[in-house]
């Protein structure tokens, strides 16, 4: 068993904007900076044996801020944002998310990471992180839409699942048990 705690990355510029993120490499602000280190105050690292952290900007800083030396950081690329392809640096607008997360539509187009893609991606970093790491307790920092998937992979899911009833925060930590 694992049990893991997952950090969405503290805000940047783009957050504040209402902007799509993905996979463009976007510093934390001022805030962001702020919020890392706000909770790095209430994390017991005595009781975490590895950090596990995306390797864009905004996840990298909110691992050095949260962490600093106190326990590994290994960057895994597998914890990268789900890729919004053409939609990157766009407003996110309520229509476009319905659309990325509708399950049975599984929309691609735009060079978007389909719904089905990430899942199967987030299954996949569960099932290695579980064998390269058994029985840790490990700190994910990652990216809001990835969360997500790794979430509704840990709990479950089917083709009715509701995928906006949960919408990670900036710099809250999330705690579950895996087997």
């Not at 944002?81 to 053409?86: A, L, M, N, T, Y």
């Not at 992180?129 to 709990?155: C, D, Q, R, V, W």
Request: overall charge neutral; hydrophobic content about 35%; aromatic content about 10%.
């Amino acid at each position: 068993m694992n049990k893991i705690y997952i950090v969405r990355h503290g805000k940047t510029d783009w957050n504040v904007k209402g902007l799509l993120q993905g996979t463009i490499d976007i510093e934390l602000n001022e805030e962001g900076i702020k919020e890392a280190k706000e909770l790095s105050e209430k994390i017991d690292f005595s009781k975490i044996d590895i950090c596990l952290c995306s390797p864009l900007k905004r996840t990298r800083e909110t691992a050095r801020i949260l962490v600093g030396n106190k326990i590994p950081i290994i960057y895994d690329s597998m914890l990268v944002e789900r890729s919004f392809g053409d939609y990157e640096g766009k407003p996110n607008n309520s229509d476009l998310i319905e659309q990325q997360w509708d399950y049975k539509l599984n929309d691609s187009s735009n060079n978007i990471e389909s719904i089905k893609i990430c899942l199967a991606r987030a299954k996949n970093f569960l099932d290695k992180m579980k064998k390269e790491y058994p029985n840790k307790t490990i700190l994910i920092i990652s990216h809001g839409a990835f969360i997500k998937a790794l979430h509704f992979n840990i709990i479950g899911y089917n083709e009715k699942t509701d995928f906006l009833s949960f919408n990670p925060k900036n710099s809250v930590l999330y705690e579950y048990e895996i087997n």
